[in-house]
């Protein structure tokens, strides 16, 4: 565990200054409100210079978020009196929609211009989204080597390996030496960018090893490549869907992976600072997904969010019906004991959040391969132990008020339902999302309507039910 | 865009064979039943033999998720049957329950004898959540050079880039040239296991540049290290929290960065591969922090997940009696009117359902740093239009259904009160996370019930409120 370093020799070089960024980005990295402000008054009033030096000190991916925190006029304002410091890398770091929006109001020219400047997968990223039409007259503007290899990755389908890879990487064959690879590596010319690892492959161009930076800087010139090399590598598959691709490389801690075609053949590769923004987009859209509000981007325009959401409102107004016709049935024991139509609401309400609570364990388990049929019985029992628990303590709790205020027989009725409608919401909470991944249906979409159908039905039908039977009214 | 390659030889060796895993994993790399169920059959037949034997061809990753997998018992016989299996990669892999019960049962020696394999900052990990008795007897074993270093962590509050740096680097001076770099790494014993990038250091070890090595290998031996590095890095402060950690290496594309103590020196570095955890916590924390679910770890003990739950059930009781209040203050209303009872459920249904997308969509927002003060306004504005949309469609679907079963004068009063649930809704969803976000609180732990509680409210004060306005009970 000891650090490595070369003794440091004492000169008294003063530190380079970095970029004073200082002054336009708050404690938490984010770009400040007055900033913000100077940056509009400056395009309000036609400042394009003013514009320019504001910007000019930040960080691709801070130009990005002032773009993203603009609206859609000043966006292009803004472009506009900054076009040299449009690079890829702000182009790349922008919101989908907030590019989309962009790059539809460039020339095909200027867009592959920049698409020219990128990696494929980054390139590729920019037009995926356009029109056909547009998308054929910047793929006409392109040089035809860079052509070929983006009309290669739209022939994979959305969100795969084959769209996410690069096709920059270096491999060489099995027969080299260290020594050989850092020659090479000096000679080359357009070596990718960035890499983090080197891939060995056969003479059919299938990948047999991978061999990190760090290893061949610490071997001696003489050494084969194949002795430093790790054989067992994780090879992805072209067609691999993102999110699987996202867990691999969670699982398996990798800094890039190899992606192969369908006959084993090294085709391009995938880097972790691309996989990062899936993992996170994978994992914190199962919230979105469960509420119902789609892809839930603030920045999707507004006939997106409605037609996303309005669907999945008119979904729960089905199933706020079933709960209504429920109470119906019990109509006559409501006129009779008015108590009922005041606490029925509460019965059903504790199940629901009893459900969602449930429901978004199992949703993040099954998202994380936690949880397989290998232990679906054991959570489903693990779950209805807490669901016992819960429902014991806020049974009391509501039990003992409703007879304080009503009746020792409603709060009895009214503690039994609770009872009941927690357990219902801990089974359905489990089972519902995993009946949904059985069946190759996202947990995450559709779980909560079904969940709340069950806990609010449950709800009033068990205590409505339950105060019938005990002759308290009806 | 082209490929770097050198060109092949053809020649006939064969592939080395992968490990085959095949048997062990189904096509979305979750590990069989029926391979999971044989191992247990192994375990409870007490055949070590043949459990090590199915186990061995593992990924340590594979190993550390079929431990998750197993009952507890289950846990600690695998353990003693595949002992020599058991590395620190595996137990760096467990989930943390799964790992604290698992160190709990082995000796203080052992523990130690795991840590002292660990980078720094997975030995801290593996003890940090152990009470401080076993702590300390641990500490005892180590040699006090990995003793002093894990103390030292431990010495930083939990989820700060303290705890999660490693301690291992490669830190030089700035007179070094590319070549003499190459050397010393060559000859250097102690270099970490995996790193990605150089830094280079003033003579007070604050760090001036950094620098890929793949910059460094295509780099010739005798140009300055000053000209290669870059100069303008992320440096990340020792007390910073970690999931604003995880969104600079989101933000910035990094695959590693220098931690840097008070003093702006360089004490550690973070790599991407284990932010990618943190990454993905954080994102997927809020689906259950939403719905009050705590942690929501399916390995949690029963008791912990009974305690965070239940205290957001009996919030939520909280609320949903808030709601009986208004209900009863319509008490009259309901006994004359009972459709009054069947409805008014749909409406606090529908209203909640609009505020947890809402919500979602803001906590997301939140999080990830696109909402701030620069756009609230505009957010707020965006969503109310989205509201008015929904309000509308679900409005007209409701008040038609209710005037053609109940009365047109009820169908006008629920479809006027959807459409003012759901803009109060919109309301809500975007300022409950954003005030709470303001006075410094994670959005994602309260909102849902206040949003809630005010959507329930709402809901039932307008229908009810509009039906005895509108004289058709009271």
Redesign the interface.
């Known amino acids: 565990?000891?650090?490595?370093?070369?003794?440091?020799?004492?000169?008294a070089?003063t530190?380079?200054e970095?970029?004073d960024e200082h002054e336009q980005l708050d404690e938490?990295?984010?770009?400040k409100?007055e900033y913000?402000?100077s940056v509009i008054e400056a395009l309000e009033e036609e400042d394009e210079g003013r514009a320019y030096d504001l910007v000019e000190p930040l960080?691709p991916?801070d130009i990005a978020?002032l773009l993203?925190?603009l609206?859609p006029e000043q966006r292009h304002l803004l472009a506009a009196a900054i076009t040299d410091l449009m690079s890829g890398e702000v182009i790349s770091?922008l919101?989908d929609y907030v590019r989309d929006d962009m790059i539809e109001s460039l020339p095909a020219s200027a867009v592959a211009g920049i698409a020219e400047q990128l990696?494929?997968d980054d390139?590729v990223q920019l037009i995926e989204d356009l029109d056909p039409r547009d998308q054929r007259a910047i793929l006409a503007e392109l040089d035809p080597?860079?052509r070929a290899?983006i009309e290669n990755a739209l022939s994979y389908p959305e969100e795969t390996a084959g769209r996410l890879m690069q096709?920059?990487?270096?491999?060489?064959?099995?027969?080299?030496k260290v020594g050989?690879l850092?020659d090479?590596?000096?000679d080359?010319d357009?070596?990718?960018t960035?890499?983090?690892e080197v891939f060995i492959?056969?003479?059919r161009?299938?990948p047999?090893?991978a061999c990190?930076?760090?290893w061949?800087?610490?071997?001696?010139r003489h050494i084969p490549l194949t002795d430093v090399m790790q054989?067992?590598q994780t090879l992805i598959p072209v067609g691999m869907d993102q999110e699987?691709v996202a867990?691999?490389?969670?699982?398996?801690?990798?800094?890039s992976a190899a992606v192969v075609d369908e006959g084993g053949r090294l085709v391009g590769q995938l880097t972790?600072?691309?996989?990062?923004?899936i993992?996170?987009?994978e994992?914190?859209e199962?919230?979105?997904l469960?509420?119902?509000?789609g892809e839930?981007?603030?920045?999707e325009p507004?006939r997106d969010?409605?037609s996303a959401?309005?669907r999945?409102?008119?979904a729960?107004?089905g199933?706020?019906?079933v709960?209504?016709l429920i109470?119906?049935a019990f109509?006559a024991a409501?006129?009779q004991l008015?108590a009922l139509?005041?606490?029925?609401?509460?019965v059903?309400?504790?199940g629901g959040?009893?459900g969602?609570?449930?429901?978004?364990?199992?949703?993040?388990?099954l998202?994380?391969?936690?949880?397989?049929?290998?232990?679906t019985r054991?959570?489903l029992w693990?779950e209805m132990?807490?669901a016992m628990?819960?429902g014991v303590?806020?049974a009391a709790?509501?039990g003992i008020a409703t007879a304080v205020i009503f009746s020792p027989m409603l709060g009895l009725v009214i503690a039994t339902a609770v009872v009941i409608n927690?357990c219902t919401a801990g089974l359905a909470g489990v089972a519902v999302p995993v009946l949904f991944d059985r069946v190759g249906q996202d947990p995450a979409v559709a779980s909560s309507v079904f969940v709340?159908m069950i806990t609010?039905s449950m709800g009033?039908f068990a205590f409505l039910g339950l105060a019938v039977a005990c002759g308290l009214a009806g």
Chains 1, 2 share one sequence.
């Open positions: 565990m000891a650090e490595s370093e070369i003794d440091e020799q004492i000169h070089e530190l380079p970095k970029a938490e990295n984010r770009l409100p913000v402000a960080h991916a978020d993203e925190l609206q770091e919101n990696d494929t390139a080597e860079n290899v096709r920059e990487l270096v491999a060489v064959p099995e027969h080299l050989d850092i090479f590596m000096r080359q357009d070596l990718p960035e890499f983090w492959v056969d003479h161009h299938r047999v090893g990190q930076l760090s061949i800087l610490r071997t001696p054989r067992d699987e867990l691999r490389f969670q699982k398996y801690a990798l800094i972790v600072d691309d996989i990062v923004h993992i996170s987009e994992a914190g199962d919230a979105l469960m509420s119902g509000a839930g981007d603030i920045n507004i969010a409605y959401r309005v999945w409102l008119i729960n107004l199933t706020a019906l709960a209504s109470i119906a109509g409501i006129e008015v139509a005041i606490l029925m609401p509460v059903a309400s504790i959040n009893a969602t609570q449930t429901m978004a364990v199992s949703v993040r388990a998202a994380t391969n936690q949880l397989t049929k290998s232990n054991r959570i693990r132990r807490v628990l819960n303590t806020v709790l509501i927690i709340t609010d009033f």
